[in-house]
């Protein structure tokens, strides 16, 4: 474990940094996994001083964590934390991190900021002496408009930090479960040796949300569901589970086999958009048995009509030896029936059918759950337990839950994994610019497919689970969306 690190957060006041990044280095100090010496600047515009912030954080975390919250801990943790005033177009200001820091000390600059102050940002911290060899710089998303402006991005924080010294978030890539797609597949033979397409007949990535898009309407009709989501999380969950085998678990190895799988996307272009993807925008409808409103008529909305998609629906195709044939659907979507992430591989059936009730839907099926509970199921046929019939099958599930299985009864939020693996210096768990570059030429083809041919947004009701398009799109096939029972 890294020590000597002096970890700041930039946009410490905002959404991200208090949900999220504040409550994550709590649990690590608790769990102990934080060396004494690490020391924390909180940076932010706004007016207020140290012990000030500090009442404010001790409130929210106790508020956030419940059960979880320790006083002692909190005394501990406490001490690390220093609030820093910065305005971070004021390049003098930054002469107050200057003063902060220590010699010969790492220096790791979390950008919890809009993209537009990674530049200001950046030449500031070079500009006062605050950035060395050593010094490590995290990006959150968005890194990018399209394939051109994510170029922008990175040349810009290229000009003050190699590559070996970027690591660029993506939070699906913390969590347990997308992890553990590793081991499933690389540890475990029996699985290992069917995952091509000899036995797999296809696999579903679904991303569903029953949330809007919480007073972010301005920013969001700019964006759009495939940027916001699929050209990260659902392409990077798309590589962990269809990726080669790395040589080894180093992080260079890992992000190599993703590029190649990025590469080997067959695009999604005027030839095949009308088939192979749908778009929609939900409307007025019920969530858990409450009225909600349409995107048009949500908190912020600034125009009289918006064309821009909350739910991408996508079948894709990976030109491969491994991968030939086989279709993976992608879908994900704001105002969903339920909120669920998960992964489906559904094998083929067996070649020859011997049992009498063996009518097709006796598939087995592997299913990684990473929200709401993280898991691993495995659906397989057994003999019915009973005498009235000779060898009548059913459906059974084996169950891995994460949750059950874990001693300490919670499971690690995404970002305290990836905080500690940024203090420890290993990019295993980050994506590098190829990554970057290579999903937004794939996406950016396909948004140029959509503009050119003047393909609308679908309606959908608040509390479905998108366009009966989306269902098309499966069903064609002579497959269907999987749900769980």
């Known amino acids: 474990m890294s020590s000597k690190i002096d970890l700041v957060i930039f946009g410490a006041r905002g959404d991200l940094a208090r949900r999220k990044l504040f409550p994550a280095l709590y649990h690590l100090d608790r769990a102990e996994l934080l060396d004494s010496s690490v020391r924390i600047a909180a940076v932010a515009r706004e007016e207020l001083n140290t012990p000030d912030f500090l009442l404010q954080m001790e409130a929210l975390l106790k508020d956030s964590l419940g059960s979880s919250w320790d006083q002692a801990v909190w005394e501990r943790f406490s001490h690390r934390l220093q609030y820093l005033r910065i305005d971070f177009s004021m390049k003098k200001q930054f002469d107050l991190l200057k003063e902060w820091s220590l010699k010969k000390r790492t220096m790791i600059f979390y950008m919890a900021t809009p993209p537009s102050m990674f530049a200001p940002i950046c030449k500031h911290l070079h500009d006062a002496d605050c950035v060395d060899e050593h010094a490590r710089i995290v990006l959150e998303k968005p890194i990018g408009h399209d394939l051109e402006t994510s170029k922008e991005v990175n040349d810009t924080v290229a000009q003050y930090f190699p590559e070996r010294n970027i690591y660029r978030i993506d939070h699906y890539l913390g969590k347990e479960t997308v992890q553990n797609l590793l081991a499933l597949r690389f540890a475990n033979r029996m699985i290992n040796s069917q995952w091509d397409n000899s036995c797999i007949d296809h696999i579903q990535i679904t991303a569903a949300e029953t949330v809007g898009i919480e007073g972010r309407w301005s920013y969001y009709d700019k964006v759009g569901q495939l940027r916001d989501m699929v050209q990260n999380h659902l392409l990077q969950l798309l590589c962990m589970v269809a990726m080669e085998p790395p040589n080894t678990l180093e992080a260079d190895e890992i992000r190599a086999e993703k590029v190649k799988l990025l590469r080997a996307l067959s695009p999604i272009n005027q030839s095949n958009v009308d088939e192979d993807a749908v778009r929609g925008q939900y409307s007025a409808g019920w969530i858990s048995g409450e009225p909600v409103v349409g995107y048009m008529e949500e908190e912020g909305s600034e125009a009289d009509s918006s064309n821009t ?28 029936k339920e909120k669920v992430t998960q992964v489906v591989i559904t094998y083929k059936d067996s070649p020859h059918a011997i049992f009498a009730d063996d009518d097709g839907e006796a598939n087995n ?77 794939w996406c950016d083809n396909l948004l140029a497919a959509w503009a050119d041919k003047k ?31």
């Open 309 to 336: 998609e909350t739910f991408v629906a996508l079948k894709v195709y990976i030109d491969n030896w491994r991968w030939a044939g086989v279709p993976f659907y992608l879908r994900t979507g704001k105002r969903m």
């Open 365 to 441: 099926r592997l299913v990684i759950r990473l929200q709401p509970n993280e898991g691993i199921q495995l659906e397989m046929v057994s003999k019915k337990q009973c005498m009235e019939e000779r060898l009548g099958i059913e459906k059974r599930t084996l169950n891995l839950d994460f949750h059950d299985a874990n001693e300490d009864s919670r499971i690690a939020d995404a970002y305290e994994r990836l905080f500690l693996e940024v203090i420890n210096g290993d990019q295993w768990l980050f994506v590098s610019r190829d990554e970057i570059e290579e999903s937004w030429k």
């Open 455 to 485: 393909i609308a947004a679908k309606p959908y009701s608040a509390g479905s689970w998108g366009p009966s398009k989306a269902e098309v799109l499966i069903e064609t096939s002579d497959r269907s969306w999987y749900e769980h029972k």
